[in-house]
């Protein structure tokens, strides 16, 4: 929780921060600056990080390639890779997005980026609180349902600049309510005894945005960028598919 709470921070300050440097630094001198933090991180984690212990991080593969056989397990998964692709085939061309259809909304683009990242925090933490009350499966269904319907209205009042903004700010925000039941369901579901399949998980997300990105780029390239909320909705429809035979079959 606290890593995906770091992560929704950054976001808030990070990405309006590297906007409003790009008026006075060319992209060279920002990526300079982003080598100079990572070193630092680097010198800190190495000097600050307590050394593992070996053997109780030594992998079992073929007891963790066990997890493969469970059903559940396996749904949790899909779910992660159709959720980030569809993340990420929206977020990655949110901001041109928004500035193809409506020029006039670049001077505010930076506190719109702000409330994106304000968003995603919010969302994660409504998210772990539902979370504790209701139960991961149910949280993952309640985010899924909520991402359809954001996309539905994105879709309808596409025209309205601001109806825009406000929907993507919603989608944003349960997309982060549903991010963080993924690694709860595969702790809770293997028992809290398989970081493989926490790791497994967390590469899907990386694949899976990937995938996204990239397949909204072919879309747009097809369609126009107005059409990238069409992938996003098919893939938030298939999130609750998942979860309905993740429910009716493993109650």
Same mark, same amino acid.
């Given at each position: 929780?606290?890593?995906?709470?770091?992560?929704?921070?950054?976001?808030?300050?990070? *990405?309006?921060?590297?906007?409003?440097?790009?008026?006075?630094?060319?992209?060279?001198?920002?990526?300079?600056?982003?080598?100079?933090?990572?070193?630092?991180?680097?010198?800190?984690?190495?000097?600050?990080?307590?050394?593992?212990?070996?053997?109780?991080?030594?992998?079992?593969?073929?007891?963790?390639?066990?997890?493969?056989?469970?059903?559940?397990?396996?749904?949790?998964?899909?779910?992660?890779?159709?959720?980030?692709?569809?993340?990420?085939?929206?977020?990655?061309?949110?901001?041109?997005?928004?500035?193809?259809?409506?020029?006039?909304?670049?001077?505010?683009?930076?506190?719109?980026?702000?409330?994106?990242?304000?968003?995603?925090?919010?969302?994660?933490?409504?998210?772990?609180?539902?979370?504790?009350? *209701?139960?991961?499966?149910?949280?993952?269904?309640?985010?899924?349902?909520?991402?359809?319907?954001?996309?539905?209205? *994105?879709?309808?009042?596409?025209?309205?600049?601001?109806?825009?903004?406000?929907?993507?700010?919603?989608?944003?925000?349960?997309?982060?309510?549903?991010?963080?039941?993924?690694?709860?369901?595969?702790?809770?579901?293997?028992?809290?005894?398989?970081?493989?399949?926490?790791?497994?998980?967390?590469?899907?997300?990386?694949?899976?945005?990937?995938?996204?990105?990239?397949?909204?780029?072919?879309?747009?390239?097809?369609?126009?960028?107005?059409?990238?909320?069409?992938?996003?909705?098919?893939?938030?429809?298939?999130? *609750?598919?998942?979860?309905?035979?993740?429910?009716?079959?493993?109650?």
């Amino acid at each position: 929780a606290f890593y995906i709470m770091g992560s929704s921070l950054a976001l808030v300050i990070g *990405i309006p921060l590297t906007r409003a440097l790009s008026a006075v630094l060319d992209w060279r001198s920002i990526f300079w600056i982003l080598n100079a933090m990572m070193l630092f991180s680097l010198a800190y984690f190495l000097k600050y990080l307590p050394k593992a212990d070996h053997a109780s991080t030594k992998l079992d593969l073929k007891n963790e390639l066990q997890f493969f056989k469970d059903g559940k397990t396996l749904l949790l998964l899909a779910y992660t890779f159709a959720m980030f692709m569809g993340y990420n085939a929206f977020y990655t061309y949110a901001t041109p997005y928004l500035l193809l259809l409506f020029p006039s909304i670049e001077p505010l683009m930076s506190l719109i980026l702000v409330g994106l990242g304000l968003a995603s925090f919010t969302g994660n933490l409504l998210g772990g609180h539902v979370s504790d009350a *209701i139960g991961y499966a149910k949280s993952m269904m309640l985010g899924a349902v909520l991402q359809t319907a954001a996309m539905l209205l *994105i879709l309808v009042f596409q025209p309205s600049k601001w109806l825009s903004v406000l929907f993507i700010i919603v989608w944003l925000m349960s997309a982060w309510f549903t991010g963080l039941q993924l690694n709860t369901g595969i702790a809770q579901v293997t028992d809290n005894k398989s970081s493989f399949m926490l790791s497994i998980n967390g590469s899907l997300i990386q694949l899976g945005g990937a995938f996204g990105a990239s397949l909204a780029a072919v879309v747009i390239n097809l369609s126009g960028i107005q059409s990238i909320v069409f992938v996003t909705l098919l893939t938030s429809l298939a999130l *609750i598919l998942i979860q309905v035979v993740s429910m009716r079959k493993y109650p």
